[in-house]
């Protein structure tokens, strides 16, 4: 079964500056993908990023980027020019056949 | 992109009684709906597999006979609690996958159960 790590429980990061959420998986698959979803205040999950893992360029999505290392199975996300409205709950997921495996999370705090 | 809707957002009942939790998709068909529980400050627990036309598939440990899915169209699935009780106050998530969007997942807003 594929298992998804995030050891960071919790990260607060000064507006305007750069923080990294950390992941790591297991998975003896090739063929999948990994996401970051976002979850605020309203709990309405909110896609932030994708991964396939047959693609070696990291994804980016304007301040959001994505550092996917397969061999190591990590796929860390920084957050450039943070800003209040990134303080959320981050979850780090796993993809395959249709099926998504979560991580634990990670509580971003922004602080102005 | 793809939108799921999940109603009602809020819902307080008694003890004992059902509660119909609905997902929809609503601009594409969804052969497969998953359901997910949510306690606070933890991530999402797949609770079940919600399939179109046939029974839904339930993670170990979920009662089934506690926890009641139809998924009696393509663009619905319902979620029932029966003879609810408070430790099934919970936070209730539903998700879907657009036939081309491989595992991306889009979501409902979520419920939000109190028993009492």
């Known amino acids: 079964a594929q298992t998804v790590t995030q050891s960071q429980p919790e990260m607060s990061v000064q507006e305007a500056e750069t923080v990294t959420l950390s992941c790591t998986y297991d998975?003896?698959?090739?063929?999948?993908?990994l996401f970051w979803y976002k979850q605020p205040p309203s709990r309405q999950m909110i896609l932030v990023i994708r991964?396939?893992?047959?693609?070696?360029q990291n994804a980016t999505e304007n301040r959001f980027s994505v550092n996917f290392q397969k061999a190591a199975k990590s796929f860390s996300l920084k957050i450039s020019d943070s800003q209040l409205g990134d303080a959320a709950m981050y979850f780090c997921a796993y993809g395959s056949a249709r099926q998504l495996t979560f991580g634990s999370g990670t509580q971003l705090t922004v602080l102005p | 992109g793809a939108v799921v809707s999940q109603h009602p957002s809020r819902v307080i009942c008694k003890s004992g009684t059902s509660v119909k939790i609905e997902c929809r998709s609503l601009?594409?068909?969804?052969?497969?709906m998953f359901w997910y529980r949510q306690f606070p400050k933890q991530s999402l627990m797949l609770m079940a597999t919600?399939?179109?036309?046939?029974?839904?598939?339930?993670e170990q440990g979920v009662e089934k006979d506690k926890f009641l899915i139809n998924h009696a169209s393509l663009t619905l699935s319902t979620l029932t609690v029966t003879s609810a009780h408070p430790e099934d106050s919970s936070f209730y998530i539903c998700s879907a996958i657009p036939p081309n969007r491989n595992t991306e997942a889009f979501f409902g807003q979520g419920t939000r159960l109190t028993v009492v």
């Open positions: 991964q396939e893992a047959y693609k070696q």
């Open positions: 998975t003896s698959e090739s063929d999948y993908y």
């Open positions: 601009d594409f068909q969804a052969t497969t």
């Open positions: 919600s399939n179109e036309g046939s029974k839904a598939t339930y």
